[in-house]
Nanobody
Framework: QMQLVESGGGLVQAGGSVRLSCAASGRTFSNYDMGWFRQAPGKEREFVAAISFSGSTTYYADSLKGRFTISRDNAKNTVYLQMNSLKPEDSAVYYC????????????????WGQGTQVTVSS
């Protein structure tokens, strides 16, 4: 089993920035691709970004390219999501996930999930 713990969420003004972290334990972190998803109230969980096990490849939801950046530090067993130019519509619970998915944007391909961290963007 792999445990994932997100942190870094909170309240931020529109136009601001937040960096989320997700600390992993219990399994060899560098064996897993990592993804970030988000879910707003009343909406389905949606893909945000993913990164390969080595960190050499990243993939983003088209609507978020240029504002969000995913990265990882395998020595620290941590994946990050840097979010810039935040908008009120970015408000959601953000989840990190680990797995070896065939399709990085499909949540069903991930085996382990964190509990999520709330990001609220005020206008």
């Amino acid at each position: 089993q792999m445990q994932l713990v997100e942190s870094g969420g909170g309240l931020v003004q529109a136009g601001g920035s937040v960096r989320l972290s997700c600390a992993a334990s219990g399994r060899t972190f560098s064996n897993y691709d990592m993804g970030w998803f988000r879910q707003a109230p009343g909406k389905e969980r949606e893909f945000v970004a993913a990164i390969s096990f080595s960190g050499s490849t990243t993939y983003y939801a088209d609507s978020l390219k240029g504002r969000f950046t995913i990265s990882r530090d395998n020595a620290k067993n941590t994946v990050y999501l840097q979010m810039n130019s935040l908008k009120p519509e970015d408000s959601a619970v953000y989840y990190c996930a680990a797995g070896q998915p065939i399709s990085w944007s499909e949540s069903t391909g991930y085996d382990f999930w964190g509990q999520g961290t709330q990001v609220t963007v005020s206008s």
